[in-house]
């Protein structure tokens, strides 16, 4: 049966040993031709030896060079002797499918004690490494999309481990390369980083007590990352109870390598994917809950987002998750009822006040309604007993039946105060019928007598 990389090339830097070497395997098992790309003199043996197991268990070609990439002219000293190695005899051509840049040191230290030396170096491997790399493999690239590059950066390029000033600012620059290489390079290769937490290994076995302490919390909360009794060997089990958790195998990590390397994973590129068990991705959690509670445009009471459901573990860790749903879901029900007060409490203000200025309206109406009625011929106008009486309006009964109506309609013996629909409607509908009245009244003649 062929295997999905059956033919292509993988350089993969730093691939001696650790997520390096478990990354070579599982591109080899797929098929790939590999470089296994090295520095240290003294791991020529181990190299030579990972490149010999590959070659015979997989049946592929795999090839140790020794090349410091953290050179100016090791990257690409690695580049052209792969290309000795690898080009085809017949055609002349030479491809580079897949590059995993994974070579990569940690020199961690408290602020006071970071050296220059230590920045230089780390981010001469860490960062001018992966570029240079690239950068020599350019000409190289598939031209068909089909090309791969996998960076491998570090959660410390998010989480602000102690000690880790200058490794923690190499990776994140390490992710920013990937977004402007997808971009760059996209007619040739998907370009991708992975984040692993704490991995099995020297370079997890190296870290200092502040860094381990640093951690701790971090691990405790990484959801893969609890150690499994019957599961997970007696050592790891153990071990995780002084650490908090298990850290990755490598395999795991060249797994989600493996993954993003797959034609499968063509339409994926410029990310930063998990490769920490989810050490990171558990603070988005309360990020998205914020938004939900915050963007909701529902004109019905929104349902509050779910809790997460109650631990049992003893775990101080998880006690403090949740509660801080507890204290989430409470905030949140008590928002949403002291909302409903305040709108329900402001309507009714709102209700109020136009009612009164409706019927202060009506009681003003009335008023006119009543002097009108007094100046009319039939009640009378001529001056008596030194009372001077109102000009007489014009004798007209179609005048004199406006006035009647509008003094029915207006007659507050007759307006119901009661807090009903129809008793509002009815009342602003007379209301509006009275105005319109009263504007004929005018129009008739009889001239505004407000006072
Ligand atoms: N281990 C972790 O907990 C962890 C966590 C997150 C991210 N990472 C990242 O994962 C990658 C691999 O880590 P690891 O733990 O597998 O490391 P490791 O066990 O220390 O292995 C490092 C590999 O890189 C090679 N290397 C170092 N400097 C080099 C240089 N200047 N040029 C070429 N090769 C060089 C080493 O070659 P020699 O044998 O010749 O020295 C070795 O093959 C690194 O980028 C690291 O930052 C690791």
Request: proline share 6%; charged share 20%; aromatic share 4%.
């Amino acid at each position: 049966m062929s295997r999905p990389l059956e033919g292509k090339l993988g350089i993969v830097t730093g691939a001696s040993r650790g997520i390096g070497a478990a990354i070579a395997e599982n591109l080899a098992s797929k098929g790939c031709n590999v470089v296994i790309n090295y520095t240290s003199a003294s791991s020529t043996e181990l190299a030579t030896s990972v490149a010999s197991q590959l070659s015979s268990k997989h049946k592929i070609r795999a090839v140790p060079i020794q090349a410091d990439i953290g050179t100016p002219t090791g990257p690409s000293a690695l580049i052209s002797t792969a290309r000795d190695h690898f080009t085809d005899p017949d055609t002349k051509r030479f491809q580079i499918d897949i590059i995993i840049n994974n070579a990569g040191i940690a020199r961690n230290a408290l602020l006071p004690s970071v050296t220059i030396d230590d920045f230089e170096s780390t981010y001469r491997v860490n960062v001018l490494g992966p570029l240079l790399v690239v950068q020599a493999a350019q000409p190289y690239l598939p031209q068909d999309r089909s090309g791969r590059i996998v960076n491998i950066s570090s959660v410390s390029s998010s989480t602000g481990f102690v000690t880790q000033s200058v490794y923690g600012g190499t990776k994140a620059a390490l992710e920013a390369m990937t977004r402007t290489w997808a971009r760059e390079l996209a007619e040739n290769a998907t370009v991708n980083a992975v984040n692993p937490g704490p991995v099995e290994g020297p370079m997890y076995a190296s870290n200092t007590p502040e860094f381990l302490e640093g951690i701790h919390g971090w691990v405790l909360h990484t959801p893969l990352m609890k150690a499994r009794e019957g599961v997970d060997s007696e050592d790891v089990v153990r071990e995780a109870k002084e650490s908090g958790g298990r850290p990755a195998r490598t395999t795991e990590v060249a797994g989600i390598v493996g993954m993003l390397c797959s034609e499968e994973a063509g339409w994926c590129t410029g990310q930063v994917v998990c490769a920490n068990g989810g050490m990171v991705g558990s603070k988005m959690v309360s990020g998205e809950r914020h938004i939900m509670a915050t963007t909701t445009t529902s004109t019905s009471p929104a349902q509050p987002p779910p809790a997460s459901t109650t631990s049992t573990s003893t775990d101080p860790f998880d006690t403090l998750l949740t509660l801080e749903d507890q204290f989430y879901t409470e905030g949140y029900n008590q928002g949403l009822a002291d909302g409903a007060v305040a709108g329900r409490t402001e309507g009714r203000q709102l209700g109020l006040e136009r009612g009164f200025q409706k019927f202060l309206e009506s009681g003003r109406l009335q008023g006119r309604t009543i002097v009108w009625a007094n100046r009319l011929p039939s009640n009378g106008t001529t001056s008596e007993g030194g009372v001077v009486k109102l000009p007489p309006l014009p004798d007209n009964a179609r005048l004199e039946k406006h006035i009647t109506t509008l003094y029915a309609l207006v007659e507050a013996e007759s307006l119901s105060t009661e807090n009903t629909d129809e008793a509002v409607n009815d009342f602003d509908d007379r209301l509006r019928r009275a105005q319109g009245r009263a504007k004929v009244i005018e129009r008739m003649g009889s001239g505004p007598v407000t006072r």
